[in-house]
């Protein structure tokens, strides 16, 4: 069953339940007032019903079908259809889920339909349902409340972001190894999450731009300016977000190129010690070795200290390299 939840409004209750999008269209044509049809994900029969029934444009439901859709706002005649990208920080696993959220609002009627799980629409509608009034104020109502619980529930995930970059920073300056992996994948969160609210600017504008056209109850108006204000706070916090990770990227390339070159500062002190004692030790095995030839003419072969000589010669040897190696802060 792709309803979610199927009611028709007058003036601000909830007048009846209907069962099926059928239904639906009969109790408006007896009773007038609001529709509002919650859909999930709704095959391309229902969507041809709601086309025929409430006039809505091939393109815009050719959109809702095939769904995968940026977030916009875009008018056919007298319905507006508008498409928003919901998200949700996970917390077992530090990501980001987005969900798809498409809305036709037209003059006595509202459709939503999710093309994910989550988030639900069941806390909007209780909420309006508990304000008359304000429900009253017809499908305008409903879209502008529909975008601010969208818009109010992407500070979970602004402040799970967040956390995680201040834990990036820790991972940062303890020598992480995993860290660059993990910048990458929040740069690449961050930058969906941009994706999902930058449009809401120009959709807000737009909005804003038919208040007058379309006579726009002065009480939505203060809505959805505040609905604008979270978004310009929320769209502030995010671009922060990109700026930090690419920082961080750039500290991550610094300290590891850092540690790099220490490793190989290192290793290069222990290639000259290693040389440096090669050398002290060739010293007396290049002597000996001379001397181990055992020639019939060799000055010191039948002289009295030539042994003597030759270990000294070894010793004087050896022990003035270490000199030098020492001097050149090689050992």
Partial sequence: MTIIDNAVYVNGLRFADPISLEQTYE???????????????????????????????????????????????????????????????????????????????????????????????????????????????????VLYAIMDQVVDDYQPVVNGLENDIDEIEDQLFAGDPTVSRRIYQLSREVIQFQRAIHPLRDMLVRLKGGFDKYHVNVEL?????????????????????????????????????????????????QMKKISSWAAILFAPSFVGSIYGMNFENMPELHWAFGYPFALILMFLVGFGMYIIFKKKTWL
């Fill in 27 to 141: 109790v408006m044509d007896a009773c007038g007032g609001m529709a509002w049809i919650g859909m999930f994900r709704p095959d391309e029969a229902e969507m041809t019903s709601l086309a025929a029934e409430f006039s809505l444009h091939e393109l815009a439901v050719e959109d809702t079908i095939m769904a995968h859709q940026r977030p916009k706002l875009e008018r056919y005649d007298d319905v507006l259809f508008t498409v928003l990208r919901p998200a949700r920080y996970i917390d077992e696993n530090e990501s980001v889920e987005f969900g798809e959220l498409h809305v036709f609002t037209g003059k006595d009627f509202v459709v939503t339909i999710r093309h994910a799980e989550t988030p639900g629409l069941a806390s909007t509608r209780t909420r309006l349902e508990a304000d008359p009034a304000l429900l009253a104020m017809g499908p305008e109502a």
């Fill in 221 to 269: 108006q203060r809505y959805l300016r505040d609905v604008e204000d979270h978004v310009e706070s929320v769209t502030a916090r995010a671009d922060s977000f990109r700026q930090l990770l690419q920082n961080a990227l750039t500290v991550d390339g610094t300290l590891t190129a850092n540690r790099q070159n220490e490793a190989n500062a290192a290793e290069s002190e």
